[in-house]
């Protein structure tokens, strides 16, 4: 530690920053995080992607924690009251994901969620639309962008890939019906 601690105050009226207008601007940020209340089907706030325009077709990264997320899409399937318990990690599929770990951390905290009305929020499989009926599964992609169908139960984030000059999406947050996420787990 340096033998004298400055108080932030002078520090950012050093940089020539006005420490009343810092601390709107930081209550500013705060509050359009915390204000965005979809959560995408990766189980993460919509707010926690951002979006690459520079690239083609536009990349897609998500980061709700230290942690960098595999999704590369931004698909909102849930509204929540609180999206600031949706930044969990995905291991396998139902209570293991990280969208149903978003809304059990919202039943301990006693705030509420609710599925989107949008047309989206279907099977990924059968593509029958079942709001509130469907359960979130990550699936794989080949280095070439193909599902190959397998479902993931023991997900590490370390698997997360990106080389130099492509990037390689490995994996795929998706919806299921019962029906069709059953006939995976067999399958896996
Ligand atoms: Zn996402
Ligand atoms: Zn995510
Ligand atoms: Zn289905």
Not at 148 to 170: A, P, R, W
Request: net charge positive.
């Amino acid at each position: 530690m340096p033998k004298q601690l400055d108080d932030p105050a002078e520090v950012l009226k050093k940089l020539g920053l006005d420490p009343e207008e810092a601390i709107q601007a930081d209550q500013r940020l705060s509050r359009m995080r915390r204000k965005s209340p979809h959560i995408c089907v990766c189980g993460h706030p919509v707010s926690s992607h951002t979006v690459d325009e520079s690239s083609k077709p536009p990349s897609v990264f998500c980061k709700p924690s230290k942690m960098n997320c595999h999704c590369n899409q931004v698909l909102p399937v849930l509204y929540a009251e609180d999206n600031r318990l949706f930044w969990r990690k995905t291991n396998s599929y139902g209570n293991e994901h990280a969208l149903i770990r978003g809304i059990t951390a919202s039943m301990s905290a006693g705030k509420k969620v609710s599925w989107l009305p949008a047309d989206h929020v279907i099977c990924y499989d059968c593509e029958r639309k079942g709001r509130g009926n469907l359960l979130p599964a990550l699936i794989e992609f080949n280095v070439y962008g193909y599902p190959t169908g397998k479902l993931i139960t023991d997900y590490k984030m370390t698997k997360f890939k990106k080389s130099d000059d492509d990037y390689v999406q490995e994996y795929l947050d998706v919806l299921l019906c019962r029906k069709c996420l059953d006939k995976r787990v067999l399958g896996a």
